[in-house]
């Protein structure tokens, strides 16, 4: 739905009246916007606790198209300058100017959201197999592995042991203990934090014995086995 209007401008604005600034303005708003991913993502997160559910409107695209105004512009100088709060829209009087900054801005705003999705994708695919997990962890109280999350885990009272090579000394454990210890953890981590754990095996040092650890690419790492 967005495009149609864009093609309309392009159509109208392709000829002699784009302006000379425009494909190089168009590349680095664009390779800007794609660098800034991490903050991109960053600013999605604190907009979705704030908002659970309700579309955010751009999050980065006007930052990055008043930057590289301001690189372009102390590069060219024939360019107005923004000055303090101005709009760039407000500085622009040519209408095909305008038509052109507002299409580069229609384009940032799509590409801004493809990343979003891609990523909401990825969470929701971690979640997926999170689930799973969880789902196998049925009555039966056989546990699947959380490393390779394929395969049950052997229980024993002082050994936890999976195909995939998790190999972890304890005391007293059962299957029972150990699915209530993973479903806590999983649970409490959930209720702060919306991004999905993962879980490693800490190579243990000579003294020590290895040990499970959940840890988060946001919220803190725990060692829990």
């Keep these: 739905a967005m495009e149609a209007p864009f093609r309309r401008h392009r159509a109208r604005y392709k000829g002699p009246a784009a302006p000379p600034w425009k494909e190089t303005y168009r590349r680095r708003c664009m390779e800007r916007l794609r ?28 930052e990055v198209m ?25 500085m622009l009087e040519d209408p095909d100017e305008l038509a052109v900054l507002e299409e580069i801005q229609q384009e ?53 042991f999976c195909q995939c090579g998790l190999y972890i000394s304890t005391q007293g454990m059962t299957e029972g203990k150990l699915r209530s210890l993973l479903e806590n953890t999983v649970t409490e981590h959930s209720h702060r934090c919306f991004h999905n754990p993962e879980f490693t095996v800490t190579s243990g040092m000579e003294e020590e014995a290895a040990s499970l650890l959940m840890s988060c690419p946001v919220s803190l790492n725990v060692e829990f086995l």
Aim: hydrophobic fraction near 40%; glycine fraction near 6%.
């Design 108 to 160: 940032l705003i799509l590409q801004e959201q493809l990343v979003i999705e891609e990523y909401e994708r990825s969470l929701q695919f971690d979640e997926e197999c999170l689930n799973a997990m969880l789902d196998g962890l049925d009555v039966s109280d056989k546990v699947i592995c959380p490393v390779c999350r394929k395969n049950n885990l052997t229980v024993r009272n002082h050994l936890v």
């Design 66 to 90: 008043e930057q590289e105004w301001q690189t372009l512009q102390a590069a060219q100088g024939s360019l107005p300058s923004l000055r303090g709060k101005e709009a760039l829209a407000q």
């Design 35 to 62: 660098n800034s991913r991490a903050k991109l993502l960053d600013r999605h997160r604190q907009a979705g606790e704030r908002v659970r559910g309700q579309a955010v409107g751009a999050l980065l695209v006007q």
